[in-house]
């Protein structure tokens, strides 16, 4: 299979060249990257960038976050409920820890446990695009980005309306452990908007239900979200938003197989963010922000018989400023800013712990010559548990046609524990109040190739992280304990290719196709021989979707293979077809339509089959 998805990208390229004088093909839209102090269009960008947009997300099988990033190239989705029920990330082969994610630039981070972090608000409707960046961005970023970053950028709707959506699916097997009754799922979502000239508005609320896929993972998922933009001026501009999950789920294995059959896990996230853009002069802009985050987190496991055995409760909050501001010189721009955030838990495994990190930004990019692009710059850290830390990085570009470019990268970054690294206090799992930081160091090189109805991108890079955090243990019988297990370097290709064809002015196919290899090697000092997370990163990763819209019908195949370092390999394949007649749309999702059994995460077997039947009303 992988000779023949390389036959397909070979095939891609040569169709190409047969096409590229025929009227009928066409130019990929720019899309403009939103950067926390520059904004650059892809087609410019000097960093490995994967775009997920909004009209890709619309023709996927998936109504969750998670579904949309597990056709991601190099993004590592490893759910342990599915359909957006909990599910961890990572990118090119790091652990669930070591990816930031932002929300419009502002970073979610789970400082209890990064198993949180995709507890979002939000639904996939309200989002423009998804901005994948591979590789350390401390000096983007700041804290945590030590793999990369997942960038959510949300919508600012043009027109008013209405939404109106519904669904249901099943897998039509029946729970013969428990109630007996054939596993299901449904919701329902509503939403509005008001696109005005000089303000937008969109507001959505959705409730979610299933009584599982197996035994104890049934689940009920409640969500609001608001979004508000305001430009006063040309020179001033408000965003406000706001957002609330509760999310209550059977836990059959999610933590501790075989003793948790019975667990169940609640968790609730409050998000709210308000940033601002001004323009003091025409070469100066300064962009304030202020995010908190409240997560509370409920795991019983003994499920609700016996909520006084095996209960854990844990309470976080984080609240985070940060000032960016750009100036263009006369050569380049410089791009600079401060953040400040304040973490703190209380806990009944982990205990009351709070701390504070400073950060201060410095960078600058400019054209050394017309084809010669490099942005240079720093990130200098504060953390009150581990003192002053400095992480640098250097990107060039250079085009060397139009339409081809060269880039190369140099980056570091790192990874601050989280509480329940560093306190946990359970039977079975104990954490390490020595623990070190995570830090990671990373070299890439590679090229771009965009011409008309044609994107490639190819890369190869190096990656060694210090101090790796891992759960290691001796002997089945013993704990679980955090540990900094020694030094994990990474060799990685990356390859990604679209390919776009207009047949007529009705009809249209486009193909996309990625491959991520990484070798990984590992040195300790250590005895462990138990690990939890660091064996079963990703060795082989095939994405593709193939999608054909004919006016407004559209016909989408999806495919997705992984080979861990350990265990078997998979392929999973998915299927929509939607139906868009005025103003309503109709579509089917087949998931997992070959019936394939395979796990992600350690001994949970993932959905069978599964059929999904839904319709939507919108008017904007």
């Known amino acids: 299979m992988k000779k023949i998805y390389l036959l397909v ?82 990118v090119d082969g790091g652990s669930f820890e070591q990816t930031v994610v932002l929300l419009n630039g502002a970073k979610v981070i789970d ?8 507890n979002l608000p939000l639904p996939v409707e309200a989002i423009e695009r998804i901005e994948v960046v591979r590789g350390p961005a401390a000096r983007t970023y700041g804290i945590n980005s030590l793999t990369g970053a997942i960038n959510i950028i949300t919508k600012k709707p043009s027109d008013s309306g209405i939404l109106v959506s519904t669904y249901a699916g099943s897998n039509f097997e029946k729970d013969t452990e428990g109630s007996g009754d054939t596993f299901y799922g449904n919701g329902v979502q509503v939403g509005a908007v008001l696109g005005k000239e000089k303000q937008q508005h969109m507001i959505f609320a959705s409730h979610d239900k299933s009584n599982g ?101 844990h309470y976080t909050n984080s609240i985070a400023g940060e000032l960016n501001s750009t100036v263009k010189l006369g050569k380049g721009e410089l791009g600079f800013g401060a953040e400040f955030r304040n973490e703190d838990i209380h806990s009944s495994n982990i205990g009351d712990h709070d701390r504070e ?30 003192k002053w830390q400095i992480y640098p990085g250097i990107d060039a570009s250079y085009d060397i046609t139009k339409e081809f470019k060269v880039i190369a990268n140099v980056g570091t970054s790192q990874r601050i524990p989280s509480f329940t690294d560093l306190y946990l206090k359970q039977t079975g799992n104990i954490g390490n109040t020595d623990l070190d930081s995570e830090n990671a160091f990373q070299s890439e090189i590679g090229f771009k190739f965009n011409r008309k109805a044609l994107s490639l991108n190819a890369n190869y890079f190096y990656r060694k992280i210090d101090n790796y955090i891992d759960w290691m243990r001796n002997l089945t019988t013993q704990p679980w304990q955090s540990q900094n297990t020694g030094d994990l370097s990474t060799n990685g290709v990356n390859l990604r290719g679209n390919y776009r064809f207009d047949f007529s002015k009705d009809s249209r196919l486009n ?44 016909v989408l195949f999806a495919t997705r293979f992984n080979e861990r ?7 999973i394949n998915d299927f929509r077809v939607s139906q868009s007649i005025k103003k309503f749309t109709i579509f089917l999702d087949a998931q997992n339509i070959f019936n394939t059994t395979y796990y992600e995460v350690g001994a949970i077997p993932l959905p069978s089959r599964w059929f999904t039947l839904g319709a939507k009303f919108v008017t904007f």
Request: charged share 20%; proline share 2%.
């Open 9 to 90: 990208l070979t095939s891609i390229c040569t169709n190409f060249y047969a096409q590229t004088k025929k009227d009928s093909i066409f130019e990929f839209d720019e899309v403009i990257i939103n950067q926390n102090r520059f904004s650059t269009p892809i087609s410019k960008e000097n960093r490995n960038v994967y775009v997920i947009t909004s009209e890709t997300i619309k023709k996927l099988p998936g109504r969750t976050l998670q579904e949309v990033l597990q056709y991601a190239n190099g993004v590592d989705i490893r759910q342990r409920g599915p359909f957006g029920t909990q599910a961890d990330i990572s």
């Open 111 to 118: 400082s209890q446990t990064a198993h949180n972090m995709l």
């Open 213 to 313: 896929y197996r035994y104890n993972t049934a689940f009920e998922n409640n969500k609001i979200f608001y979004q508000g933009n305001v430009q006063f001026n040309d020179a001033n501009e408000i965003q406000a938003s706001a957002g609330y999950i509760n999310n209550g789920f059977g836990a059959n294995a999610f933590y501790a197989a075989p003793g948790d059959k019975n667990s169940s896990e609640a968790v609730q996230t409050t998000f709210a963010n308000i940033q601002s853009k001004h323009s003091i002069t025409d070469s100066w802009k300064i962009m304030p922000r202020v995010t908190y985050r409240y997560n509370y987190d409920d795991y019983r496991y003994l499920g609700m018989a016996n909520l006084n055995v095996g209960r854990s409760q």
């Open 357 to 386: 990190n400073v950060g201060i930004y410095a960078e600058y990019r400019t054209n050394f010559t017309e084809r010669l692009n490099v942005n240079i710059g720093t990130y200098l850290n504060y953390n009150s548990d581990y």
């Open 511 to 554: 193909i996309v196709l990625g491959y991520t290899y990484l070798d990984s090697e590992f040195k300790s000092s250590r005895t462990e021989i138990y690990s939890k997370y660091l064996i079963s990163s990703l060795k082989h990763q095939v994405t593709n979707t193939i999608d054909y819209q004919y006016r407004n019908l559209s």
């Open 565 to 571: 370092i350990t265990g078997p390999s998979y392929w």
